[in-house]
């Protein structure tokens, strides 16, 4: 077996991104996440990459659309004021068709906030937070472990569909630390082609064009027409989630991310005591997976969602449903973060 | 037990983000499954700070708790805080150099420690941490002291590696202290 490394989770993303062939990193440093910006400046010139401190969250996101144009793997990460700083760039970077990866480690909000744990910036990842038709896929690990295993996933996906890719972690990710192995480094030779698009020079051959504009509104629907088929390609091959005990189960508990690893712990206490509860964890939050969590939530009693805001995922649980049982919602907000106990006694207080 | 749900508590500089750590490196390099969860926020020297900590055979759904079943208390805000929390039948590790008064918790087993006259003795009050993190380890058991051993060697590197020895020492006078 490959060794263990006890390590912080923002470190451990970094040191995944740079294993999965990152080596063009842009960004500004912001609690809960600045360990991550740290490691890829001390990082990237140990391995011939490129790490630039901007002077300002836009200026990292407009880095990482100049970079991301010449087809090479690119990322930033930032928490949450930080990335509504980027919106801008990234509705460009996603009109563009270009391949990027943001992390964001959530803190709570909205406006400066605190920089505790939340999951309140679910919207704005999932539902597009910049302006214009567009996705980001958008993954939700649970665990350290995870969120290194998804990074070269992250990295793979923005490559395959030149769609830019968020991993969505939280403060409590970020700064925790648990035993990680890492896996071996992405060969880049043959994976990373985008000769037939990027922009590295026109020496023997017609220029390309990389752009988000088009003045005639017929050419810039065909656009994106284009963009959205291929939006409809990774809504049918790309959700990801996870079930534990769901198949006797009477109730779900629905969490994403560190929520829903939380959650475990729930679903074990509530077994101890006779009580059949199962946990759905939606690892991929777009595309979310809607028929997925419709069918296991056939013939349960109720539903219940946790999440460390005051409610926007519980949303898409309901649209996922379609009216077929209850769901309900608890949450914590503000950097709180529910406890096993907490939501257990919510669960008894809901079952009744 | 088979799962030790620890919060560590105390002033920031007294170390208990350290105790954390190495205890849950330390379950690392015993194949256990380890989590390790700081506090965090503008905290500073003179502060509270804590860190939760669980060290499990079983894989660690939560990494969280507000029902620890064990406590090591540095001072007495933390005694405060964290009193009301612990499972009944938990165990709480005092730091009785700076805690000079007893837990209203009458459903414990509680160690106490004077922990800083023995780093003291040892010549650096600084490895009080690690006496009452030997006191913890010789009441449970939650990980070896080999473990902790290669736990301090990943963690004291270069100039802080000459302080491997005081603190391996520090942590057998704290074992010693518990009788």
Sequence with gaps: MAERIMVKGNEAMAEAAVRAGCRLYFGYPITPQSEFTEYMARRMPEVDGVFLQSESEVAAVNMVYGAACTGHRVMTSTSSPGFSLMQEGVSYIAGAMLPAVFVNVVRGGPGLGDIQPAQSDYFQSTKGGGHGDYHLIVLAPGSIQEAVDLMETAFRLADNYRVPVMMLADGMLGQMMEPVVFPEYVKLDGINDHSSWALRGTDGREPHKVTSFDIDPVRLEEMNTETHKVYEEIRSKEIRFETHDLEDADYILVGYGTMGRILGSVVKMARKQGIKVGLFRPISLWPFPYDELKKAAKGKRFCTVVEMSTGQMVEDVRLSVEGALPVHFYGRTGGMVPTPDEVFKELVRLIG | ?179
């Design chain 2, 1 to 179: 037990m088979s799962e030790h749900l620890l919060v560590a508590a105390g002033f920031g500089g007294q170390g208990v983000m350290l105790i954390g750590q190495i205890l849950a490196t330390a379950g690392m390099f015993d194949n256990k499954h380890t989590t390790w969860l700081p506090s965090y926020g503008p905290e500073m020297r003179g502060g509270t700070a804590n860190c939760t900590v669980v060290v499990s055979d079983e894989p660690i759904a939560s990494p969280i708790t507000n029902t620890p079943n064990e406590l090591i208390i540095m001072n007495i805000p933390s005694l405060i805080k964290f009193e009301k929390e612990i499972q009944s039948d938990g165990l709480m590790v005092i730091n009785t150099s700076v805690v000079d008064r007893d837990t209203i918790r009458d459903d414990i087993s509680i160690i106490k420690v004077d922990a800083n006259a023995i780093a003291e003795k040892l010549g650096n009050l600084k490895v009080a941490n690690m006496v009452v993190l030997g006191a913890y380890l010789k009441k449970t058991g939650a990980v070896t002291l080999e473990g902790v051993k290669r736990a301090l060697e990943k963690k004291l590197t270069g100039s802080k590696a000459t302080l491997i020895d005081l603190n391996i020492k520090a942590i057998e006078e704290g074992m010693k202290s518990v009788t």
